[in-house]
């Protein structure tokens, strides 16, 4: 079982991104489970949101403790928040921002992290560009299918097309579209980085 | 066809392919998306003749159903929590005059304090009102035991309450199966009313009956009920036949052929526990799991049936009879009545605490170590209660409990 948290703000569609996780797995043949953290979903105020992915049935009904993947759609939250609780043991982590660990002061944090497992990408910004709203939410799926080959970027782009429609729809779709080649590109540098050190 | 969507939609395209006639409801969390979603499709038009009807409260929104049903249309509509408890004695009239309204109660706790999250206490509450209670453990069976519980109400003519626990399932997406509109007219016949108000053959419903008749009534309500623990095993059975999966029942046993302890429960907890049985299973410890379906009428024979050959019974529930303990587990001494099986209640969940897989093993294994009593609450702050208590020991003007709490709650977060 693979299993997703991501940490947003109320308004950002925390909850949708979930939900249209699980909608891209299922469409891939697989179980997946997504649930919000049932609080008081007020604008702004720091929301979770939870998806399980598995090639069988799903059961469980905790809330994700120790996820494989983190998505943060809001760096704000990083040091109000403690978003990183319980990430396994070489388990991804996929902020919105256009700024590096470093710049966002976790540098230090992510240190025993593997290095290509740790990605970034400006969705924010790709929504603006795209949907003409800051809702990353889509943008981040697309980037997420980049992160660790989990779900297609086509069936991010269907189940975008379930949850919307019209230019919503497009829009979303294109700002996921570009988020993917954005987090491949970083993977393939990293990789190629870590293959070079090695060497 | 398989698709992967929100409980309370599934639930409300159920609904939609049972043929309701009237719909009638009053939102409140965690239910407002499944009357939601009903409201969008008799809008649409695609549940005509389906009147959809907007109400001021809960106790109009049953008040419509009984009216409604009385007229001898198909009624459905959902509530949860204080909803439920509005509606307390519209409830009781709809049980006292046999009509067959089916209700989705998205389970949710009971104030005060005010909570909108995931427990049992509103359903149990009205444990005894003279409805059928049936319990939901995923979304695939809140879908389908509506379309039992249709049939099921119209059969004896008694009203059913569909229980799924709200936000854990109501709001949860996962693969669901929605049978399609001839399966389902298949096995859930048009609504046949045994009494029906006709202006064309006037009758009375309702009428004042003194103690030369009341217990009678009362008696055949009783019977009536007890009818459904031949019913549900039969229809459900049939349900498999129709759509191949399996819903409803009485109580269903997981690895429970030589538990020793056995785990018994209501809704979706029943997951996160068959998940830890499954991980003890593999370390050697023999405990089972039976999960209760139909909470009523209450199945004394299959429940015992389900526990007899147990060393000890616990049963984890999301509610508290305060004054007594487990409410569940009240139940289950009943069933076990005249065995010396230890019998624990554990109360989990409540307010929607979540119930964890670490917790539950720790408290099953207390349980096998004889370490457990009558009730015991899962993952209670002592330290919390013992300073609250301590403060009303030294302080006559202490203050309001719940704000005492959570004072207590922030200290001792802010400190560790």
Redesign the interface.
């Known amino acids: 079982m693979f299993q997703i948290r991501i940490h947003g703000r109320g308004g950002q569609g925390v909850v949708t991104a979930?939900?249209m996780l699980?909608?891209a797995?299922?469409?891939e043949g697989r179980?997946?489970?997504?649930?919000?953290s049932?609080g008081?979903e007020r604008t702004g105020a720091p929301v979770v949101a939870f998806c399980r992915i598995d090639e069988r049935?799903?059961?469980?009904?905790?809330?994700i403790?120790q996820p494989d993947a983190l998505i943060v759609q809001d760096p704000t939250l990083l040091h109000q928040v403690n978003v990183f609780a319980g990430l396994r043991a070489g388990g991804y982590i996929l902020i919105n921002t256009r700024r590096t660990f470093d710049d966002l002061g976790i540098g230090e944090f992510v240190r025993g992290l593997q290095p290509e497992h740790l990605l970034t990408v400006p969705a924010t910004e790709l929504a603006l560009t795209h949907v003409g709203r800051p809702v990353p939410n889509a943008a981040l799926l697309g980037g997420f299918a980049a992160v660790c080959g989990l779900i297609s970027i086509d069936a991010v782009a269907a189940a975008i097309r379930e949850k919307f429609a019209g230019a919503v729809a497009d829009g979303n779709e294109a700002a996921a579209r570009a988020a993917y080649h954005h987090v491949l590109e970083q993977v393939r540098t990293t990789q190629g980085a870590a293959h070079a050190q090695t060497d | 066809m398989l698709k992967?969507t929100?409980g309370s939609r599934a639930v409300a395209e159920a609904v939609g392919l049972c043929r309701p006639e009237v719909i009638c409801a009053y939102p409140i969390s965690p239910q407002t998306h499944i009357v939601e979603a009903l409201g969008e499709m008799v809008k649409s038009g695609a549940l005509a003749p389906c009147e959809f009807i907007n109400v001021e409260s809960e106790f109009a929104a049953m008040s419509v159903a009984i009216g409604a049903s009385a007229a001898g249309a198909r009624s459905y509509t959902a509530t949860a929590s204080q909803g439920l408890l509005f509606m307390a004695e519209a409830l009781f009239n709809a049980s006292g005059l046999g009509l067959p309204i089916v209700m989705t109660v998205a389970n949710r706790a009971i104030g005060a304090p005010i909570n909108?999250?995931?427990d049992h206490t509103d359903a149990m509450s009205q444990r005894d009102c003279g409805w059928i209670q049936l319990f939901a453990e995923?979304n695939q069976e809140a879908l389908d035991l509506h379309i039992l519980a249709f049939r099921l109400a119209e059969e004896l003519s008694l009203p059913v309450m569909v229980c799924m626990d709200g936000?854990?399932l109501t709001?949860?997406?996962?693969?669901v199966d929605i049978p399609t509109q001839s399966q389902v007219d298949a096995y859930l016949p048009p609504f046949v009313p045994r009494q029906v108000l006709d202006p064309a053959e006037p009758v009375s419903i309702g009428a004042m009956v003194g103690p030369e008749a009341f217990t009678e009534v009362r008696y055949l309500a009783h019977a009536k009920q007890m009818q459904a623990l031949e019913l549900i095993p039969r229809w459900a059975a049939e349900f498999r036949a129709a759509f191949g999966r399996d819903v409803g029942g009485l109580v269903h046993s997981y690895r429970t052929e030589d538990a020793e302890t056995i785990v018994l429960a209501l809704g979706?907890?029943?997951?996160?526990i068959?998940?830890t049985v499954d991980e003890l299973r593999a370390r050697g410890v023999r405990i089972g799991v039976a999960g209760v379906a139909c909470f009523r009428p209450w199945p004394h024979a299959a429940v015992r049936e389900a526990l007899a050959h147990a060393q000890r019974v616990i049963v984890l529930e999301k509610s508290l009879a305060v004054g007594v303990g487990g409410i569940v587990a009240t139940n289950v001494r009943t069933a076990l009545a005249g065995l010396a099986t230890p019998i624990h209640a554990v109360i989990a969940g409540l307010g929607?605490r979540?119930?964890?897989?670490a917790s539950l093993e720790r408290v099953f294994m207390d349980a096998m170590a004889d370490k457990l009593g009558i009730n015991t609450f899962l993952d209670l702050d002592t330290t919390v209660v013992e300073r609250v208590l301590a403060r009303e020991r030294d302080v006559r003007r202490s203050g309001p409990i719940a704000e005492n709490v959570l004072k207590q709650v922030g200290l001792a977060a802010g400190a560790s």
């Open positions: 979930a939900e699980s909608i797995a299922f469409r179980f997946a489970q997504a649930f919000p049932f008081s049935e799903i059961r469980l009904r905790e809330p403790m | 992967q929100e909108i999250w995931n995923n936000f854990i709001h949860a997406y996962e693969r979706s907890v029943l997951g996160t068959k998940d929607g979540p119930i964890t897989k």
